[in-house]
């Protein structure tokens, strides 16, 4: 996977983007056509002196699918570990609508089709 990280309007320290790199690496586990992913970094309250909150929002690109989330929090370490937590779950549902042929409209459907064909037998 491709990650691009952009810090807006400071300088993000390396470890800081070693942690982000590290951690998008393991969403390779949950959704295997992971094309890129980009990052960006703000400081909420930048503008003014104080800074209040830190933002990270990660853009997945998939097949077909673009998946965005954004988490704020004290730390950007601790806004990232939220935001992984969030991105896993989106990955599986993402996941899981592409390949789940068992959910219960389509087993009704099957149940249905095959009671049908049951009853035409009998006639």
Not at 62 to 75: A, D, H, W, Y
Not at 99 to 114: K, L, Y
């Amino acid at each position: 996977m491709r990650v691009q990280m952009h810090a807006v309007r400071f300088t993000a320290d390396q470890s800081l983007l070693d942690f982000i790199q590290k951690k998008l690496n393991k969403l390779d586990t949950f959704h295997d056509r992971i094309v890129s992913a980009e990052v960006f970094l703000r400081l909420d309250g930048a503008e003014t002196a104080k800074v209040k909150d830190k933002i990270v929002e990660v853009r997945l690109n998939i097949p077909g699918k673009e998946l965005f989330v954004t988490e704020r929090n004290k730390s950007f370490e601790g806004a990232v570990e939220h935001l992984m937590d969030v991105m896993k779950d989106k990955l599986v549902r993402c996941k899981e609508k592409r390949t789940d042929f068992s959910s219960p409209a389509i087993v009704q459907a099957q149940d249905q089709q095959e009671q049908e064909a049951v009853e035409q037998d009998e006639y």
